[in-house]
């Protein structure tokens, strides 16, 4: 299953890693840049779990968290530059279950976010994103794939929807499940983006595309990433 994170941040160049960094570790990101987007998207939408800022453009983050406690549990994380022990106590208090303070490790940030999902029941394992295998090394960290030791150029598309595959390497993933994880819910039927993107990616990584060591096809179910 994958988990969607809702990131609320209105500083591009921080979202922005925040955004590239989950989607690597296999979580649906979602971004608002203030309050009001925000509560719109939650109106809308389920998120698993909330990383908030507090300086907002509209207002201030801890009123969505005093807000999200009158009707949910929801894990809420504070993400802000304010490191007064004070204020962290009080936000604390009111229901946000940690508070990280800038600047942080993406490690950090990810450890926060396994603790507060295990405590309302979903445990999460270290993603993978490392993938060896004969002459391919996929870094999904480093967002580089080599094919012996030359880098290969993929589409941020075809990084997507090769990175979801590494997630479960040596698991078949079904056509519906990388439809909606790589394009979204609404283009689960469209299989010929599937194939066209697969066609892309072996014409890149495999000696012989006709022949593929890698990128395996499980007829009429799915697509999976050879792991042996």
Request: glycine share 6%; aromatic share 4%; with cysteine.
């Amino acid at each position: 299953m994958t988990l969607r994170v809702l990131v609320v941040e209105d500083d591009r160049e921080i979202r922005t890693f925040m955004q590239s960094a989950l989607a690597v570790e296999g979580f649906d990101v979602l971004t608002a840049v203030s309050l009001s987007e925000a509560c719109a998207i939650l109106r809308y939408d389920s998120p698993d779990l909330v990383l908030l800022d507090l300086g907002l453009p509209d207002g201030d983050g801890a009123d969505l968290v005093h807000e999200l406690r009158q009707r949910s549990n929801l894990p809420v994380i504070v993400v802000s530059a304010r490191d007064q022990e004070a204020q962290k106590i009080r936000l604390l208090d009111a229901g946000a279950d940690d508070y990280l303070t800038k600047p942080f490790s993406i490690g950090e940030l990810l450890a926060r976010l396994r603790v507060a999902l295990r405590h309302r029941g979903t445990a999460l394992e270290p993603a993978v994103t490392l993938h060896e295998l004969d002459d391919l090394r996929i870094d999904l960290a480093a967002r580089m794939v080599l094919r012996d030791g030359e880098p290969v150029h993929l589409t941020p598309t075809e990084f997507k929807l090769l990175a979801r595959l590494v997630r479960s390497a040596g698991r078949v993933v079904t056509h519906r499940q990388l439809l909606a994880d790589v394009w979204g819910e609404a283009f689960s039927g469209h299989t010929h983006y599937l194939r066209l993107y697969m066609g892309q990616l072996r014409a890149k990584i495999e000696r012989d595309p006709a022949e593929p060591r890698h990128l395996l096809t499980d007829v009429g179910v799915g697509y999976r990433l050879a792991a042996v």
